[in-house]
Nanobody, 121 residues
């Protein structure tokens, strides 16, 4: 089970940190990812990291602004979002995949419930 939190309303240029707490099973061998979905748009890959610490990866749209990290002791994955833009407004989801390098929705088997991020201009 994955529980995402930390969303909210922020002004453009601001920052937010999302958390994804894993429980009920071990995700020690999973890739952990973040996706987002804006109204009327398809779900978009945002970031991912292997639970074993493989180098994180991002699409160009967020590279340099977003940072994914993990705390194995807390079984939690974070998404630090800086320099937020109105186009970052979306529901953000955390997810888990058995595939290394997974960057599409279909690669992920477990999903959290989503947390809303709204960036005002």
């Amino acid at each position: 089970q994955l529980q995402a939190s930390g969303g909210g309303l922020v002004q453009a240029g601001g920052s937010l940190r999302l958390s994804c707490a894993a429980s009920g099973r071990t995700f020690s061998t999973y890739t952990m990812g973040w996706f987002r979905q804006a109204p009327g748009k398809e779900r978009e890959f945002v970031a991912a990291i292997s639970w074993s610490g493989h180098r994180p990866y991002y699409p160009d749209s967020v590279k340099g602004r977003f940072t994914i990290s993990k705390d194995n002791a807390k079984n939690t994955v974070y998404l630090q979002m800086n320099s937020l833009k109105p186009e970052d407004t979306a529901v953000y989801y955390c997810a888990a995949s058995r595939l290394l390098g997974a960057d599409t929705s279909s690669d992920y088997s477990y999903w959290g419930q989503g947390t809303l991020v709204t960036v005002s201009s």
